[in-house]
C-alpha cells in the first residue's frame, strides 16, 4: 500500500453497484456462456477470410440488453449501438494534474509523471457522489517506438526514468458535466504510482529477510509497482493492483524468492 490518505473522500460501499444489478438481472449463467461462446468464435473467424462473410452479418435486436446490436465487424474502428456515444475520456499523457506540460513525444520524465500513465489495462471506478468519481487505472507496460523522438535506439537515463513514470498506476478525479464525466485536474486525489513511488511493507512479511536490499536492509521499504494487469476492488473499497507473474521482469532466483515472501505473507 502507498502512503495515500483518502479517509475524507473514502466512503463505504452501501450499495451494490448498477453495473452488477444490470448483469444480474439482464444475464442467467446459461445465457452468459452462450454470449461468451459467440464472442470467442467470432474473434476466431476475424482473422480468416471468412471475417468478410461475418461481416455482413446485419445487426437484431438483442433481447439480452435492451438495444440494438452493431453488426459484426472487423474495422479498427469504435462502433456503438444507435443512440449511444462513445467519447476519449483521458489518453496517455494528458494532465492529471494542474502545470502538468501538454503531451509531447519529446517530454521528460518530470512531465510523464504528472501525465497519465501508457497502456491501459485493469482499471475500476468509483462513485463518490453522482457527479464526482475517481478512476483507477494500471498502467502496463511501454511501447518505446512512441515513448520516444528516437524510438528507444538511444536511451538516456531520464529516459529510463521516464518509462518508469510511465508505468505503474494512474489515479485520476472525474466530474460530470452536463451529463458527460471529465477529468478534474483540480481533484486532490490526482496521482501517480511509477515504478519508484516509495510504500511501505507492512504485515508478517515486514521485515522478512527476503525483503531486505542493499537499499533497505529494513525490508520494510518498497519502491514502485509495475506490469500491473488486473485490478480489483475490496469490499471495504480499497484497490487491489496485480501482476499475473514475475518471470518477464525478474531472475528466476528472484521469482523463486518472491514465491517464498507469497508464501509468508500468506
Same mark, same amino acid.
Given at each position: 500500500?502507498?502512503?495515500?490518505?483518502?479517509?475524507?473522500?473514502?466512503?463505504?460501499? &452501501?450499495?451494490?453497484?448498477?453495473?452488477?444489478?444490470?448483469?444480474?438481472?439482464?444475464?442467467?449463467?446459461?445465457?452468459?456462456?452462450?454470449?461468451?461462446?459467440?464472442?470467442?468464435?467470432?474473434?476466431?473467424?476475424?482473422?480468416?477470410?471468412?471475417?468478410?462473410?461475418?461481416?455482413?452479418?446485419?445487426?437484431?435486436k438483442s433481447d439480452l440488453m435492451g438495444f440494438n446490436a452493431i453488426?459484426?465487424?472487423?474495422?479498427?474502428?469504435?462502433?456503438?449501438?444507435?443512440?449511444?456515444?462513445?467519447?476519449?475520456?483521458?489518453?496517455?499523457?494528458?494532465?492529471?494534474?494542474?502545470?502538468?506540460?501538454?503531451?509531447?513525444?519529446?517530454? &521528460?520524465s518530470k512531465a510523464q509523471e504528472m501525465q497519465f500513465g501508457d497502456?491501459?489495462?485493469?482499471?475500476?471506478?468509483?462513485?463518490?457522489?453522482?457527479?464526482?468519481?475517481?478512476?483507477?487505472?494500471?498502467?502496463?507496460?511501454?511501447?518505446?517506438?512512441?515513448?520516444?523522438?528516437?524510438?528507444?535506439?538511444?536511451?538516456?537515463?531520464?529516459?529510463?526514468?521516464?518509462?518508469?513514470?510511465?508505468?505503474?498506476?494512474?489515479?485520476?478525479?472525474?466530474?460530470?458535466?452536463?451529463?458527460?464525466?471529465?477529468?478534474?485536474?483540480?481533484?486532490?486525489?490526482?496521482?501517480?504510482?511509477?515504478?519508484?513511488?516509495?510504500?511501505?511493507?507492512?504485515?508478517?512479511?515486514?521485515?522478512?529477510?527476503?525483503?531486505?536490499?542493499?537499499?533497505?536492509?529494513?525490508?520494510?521499504?518498497?519502491?514502485?509497482?509495475?506490469?500491473?494487469?488486473?485490478?480489483?476492488?475490496?469490499?471495504?473499497?480499497?484497490?487491489?493492483?496485480?501482476?499475473?507473474?514475475?518471470?518477464?521482469?525478474?531472475?528466476?532466483?528472484?521469482?523463486?524468492?518472491?514465491?517464498?515472501?507469497?508464501?509468508?505473507?500468506?
Amino acid at each position: 500500500m502507498s502512503n495515500f490518505n483518502n479517509n475524507d473522500d473514502q466512503r463505504p460501499l &452501501d450499495h451494490e453497484p448498477e453495473f452488477n444489478k444490470f448483469v444480474d438481472a439482464a444475464m442467467s449463467r446459461r445465457r452468459f456462456l452462450k454470449g461468451t461462446g459467440a464472442a470467442a468464435t467470432v474473434g476466431f473467424f476475424a482473422a480468416t477470410p471468412v471475417s468478410q462473410a461475418v461481416a455482413n452479418v446485419k445487426a437484431a435486436k438483442s433481447d439480452l440488453m435492451g438495444f440494438n446490436a452493431i453488426p459484426i465487424s472487423t474495422a479498427d474502428t469504435v462502433q456503438v449501438p444507435d443512440g449511444y456515444q462513445a467519447d476519449v475520456l483521458i489518453s496517455w499523457g494528458d494532465a492529471i494534474k494542474k502545470g502538468a506540460p501538454a503531451f509531447s513525444q519529446s517530454n &521528460d520524465s518530470k512531465a510523464q509523471e504528472m501525465q497519465f500513465g501508457d497502456n491501459n489495462d485493469g482499471m475500476t471506478f468509483f462513485l463518490i457522489e453522482d457527479d464526482r468519481a475517481v478512476l483507477v487505472v494500471n498502467n502496463e507496460y511501454t511501447n518505446n517506438e512512441y515513448l520516444y523522438t528516437h524510438q528507444g535506439k538511444n536511451i538516456s537515463a531520464d529516459d529510463v526514468r521516464k518509462a518508469q513514470a510511465a508505468h505503474g498506476v494512474s489515479v485520476v478525479e472525474l466530474k460530470k458535466n452536463f451529463g458527460q464525466w471529465q477529468v478534474n485536474l483540480d481533484g486532490r486525489l490526482n496521482r501517480r504510482v511509477t515504478a519508484f513511488t516509495e510504500m511501505e511493507m507492512t504485515g508478517v512479511a515486514a521485515g522478512h529477510d527476503l525483503l531486505k536490499t542493499a537499499a533497505d536492509k529494513s525490508g520494510s521499504k518498497i519502491l514502485g509497482t509495475f506490469n500491473n494487469c488486473a485490478n480489483g476492488q475490496t469490499p471495504w473499497v480499497h484497490i487491489l493492483p496485480v501482476k499475473r507473474t514475475l518471470t518477464a521482469t525478474l531472475p528466476i532466483p528472484l521469482v523463486q524468492n518472491c514465491q517464498k515472501v507469497t508464501h509468508v505473507m500468506v
